[in-house]
């Protein structure tokens, strides 16, 4: 499925109303380590296709979205389940150190 692009036009359904949890990368084009994220999240999401969306926050766009999430670094990476933040991770990962977090954070009740 790739990555969505998220909007506070699509953010209630894609997110609030998804069926599955979604980990959201709060990124900028400006932004080196931002840039470095974009394939490892990009391979994660079609991974764990089906089990978790992948979404990515633009914030030089979709500022009023990073406000409402308090993001203050980026990349963020904010997981979701329902209408609950469950695990907020900040700055680069490597992919198995990121996949590693992810799968903490779906254990969280």
């Given at each position: 499925?790739?990555?969505?692009?998220?909007?506070?036009?699509?953010?209630?359904?894609?997110?609030?109303?998804?069926d599955?949890?979604?980990?959201?990368?709060?990124?900028?084009?400006?932004?080196?380590?931002?840039?470095?994220?974009?394939?490892?999240?990009?391979?994660?999401?079609?991974?764990y296709?089906?089990?978790?969306?992948?979404?990515?926050?633009?914030?030089?766009?979709?500022?009023?979205?990073?406000?409402?999430?308090?993001?203050?670094?980026?990349?963020?990476?904010?997981?979701?389940?329902?209408?609950?933040?469950?695990?907020?991770?900040?700055?680069?990962?490597?992919?198995?150190?990121?996949?590693?977090?992810?799968?903490?954070?779906?254990?969280?009740?």
């Open positions: 499925m790739a990555t969505i692009n998220i909007t506070k036009d699509n953010f209630e359904k894609e997110v609030l109303q998804s599955v949890p979604v980990v959201l990368d709060f990124w900028a084009s400006w932004c080196g380590p931002c840039r470095m994220m974009g394939p490892v999240f990009e391979d994660l999401s079609k991974e296709e089906g089990k978790v969306k992948f979404g990515k926050v633009n914030t030089e766009t979709e500022q009023e979205l990073s406000n409402n999430f308090q993001i203050r670094g980026i990349p963020s990476l904010s997981v979701i389940r329902g209408n609950e933040e469950i695990n907020r991770i900040v700055g680069f990962r490597q992919k198995d150190e990121l996949k590693k977090e992810i799968e903490e954070s779906l254990k969280k009740k």
